[in-house]
């Protein structure tokens, strides 16, 4: 059973960077493909990025590539997203979630098995 615990979130300003952190405990980390997704008030959670168990290869929605980017260290079992020029339509809960052998391809919501608890990002204009 791995937990995930997001931190990270905060309010910035259109413009700004955050960085996410997706810290996981209680299973053999580098088995675990990791993705972010992300909730807007009165919206869908949509997928946001995803890194392969390997760490070798990432994909993005399309909303947010070129500007956001995950990475994983594996010594400290923890997987980041970093999120540059964000804007107001960034403004969500980002959560992590984890399955075991992950590949990057996994954008739906249901191919994941241990989620975190999320963290709040507010982006005002």
């Known amino acids: 059973q791995v937990q995930l615990v997001e931190s990270g979130g905060g309010l910035v300003q259109a413009g700004g960077s955050l960085r996410l952190s997706c810290a996981a405990s209680g299973g053999t980390f580098t088995d675990y493909g990791v993705g972010w997704f992300r909730q807007a008030p009165g919206k869908d959670r949509e997928f946001v990025g995803a890194?392969?168990?390997?760490?070798?290869?990432?994909n993005y929605a399309g909303s947010v590539k070129g500007r956001f980017t995950i990475s994983r260290d594996n010594a400290k079992n923890t997987v980041y997203l970093q999120m540059n020029s964000l804007k107001p339509e960034d403004t969500a809960v980002y959560y992590c979630?984890?399955?075991?052998?992950?590949?990057?391809?996994?954008?739906?919501?249901?191919?994941?098995?241990?989620w975190g608890q999320g963290t709040q990002v507010t982006v005002s204009s």
């Open positions: 890194i392969s168990w390997t760490g070798g290869s990432t």
């Open positions: 979630a984890a399955v075991r052998y992950g590949s990057r391809w996994y954008v739906h919501q249901y191919e994941y098995d241990f």
